[in-house]
């Protein structure tokens, strides 16, 4: 199983992360309000909040849960990310991006392109 944990800070993840929270969950990366877009790309199958990611004001928790929810491998259509901006180069992003749902070529999502 795999997840995407939201967490008010990279340090307070990793901090909850030593400790076992995921239990035999593999970590595929932690969300934070200052980086919300490091999951865009990634597929899980649950998103785990830590405590501090609870105590966010809940516009800032909204957002995040927001840009985590396509994530899940149970989502219809997860946002479609070029490999470029996954990666997250995205000076090299030329906007285009590649739907594995229906196999099309489409438009990548990241805010960079906005």
Do not use: F, Q
């Not at 995407?4 to 239990?23: C, D, Q, Y």
């Not at 595929?28 to 899980?44: C, D, F, K, L, N």
């Not at 996954?86 to 392109?113: F, I, M, P, Y």
């Amino acid at each position: 199983m795999k997840a995407i944990m939201i967490a008010s800070s990279l340090r307070e993840g990793r901090r909850e992360l030593k400790h076992g929270v995921l239990g035999r969950a593999e970590l595929v990366e932690i969300v934070t309000p200052r980086s919300p877009h490091r999951a865009r790309g990634w597929t899980a199958d649950v998103i785990y909040l830590t405590s501090g990611a609870m105590d966010l004001k809940p516009d800032v928790r909204e957002r995040l849960m927001a840009e985590v929810r396509p994530c899940l491998a149970t989502s219809p259509h997860p946002l479609h990310s070029s490999p470029d901006c996954s990666e997250g180069k995205h000076r090299a992003c030329n906007g285009g991006a590649w739907c594995g749902c229906d196999e099309l070529e489409t438009d990548c999502s990241c805010e960079c392109h906005a």
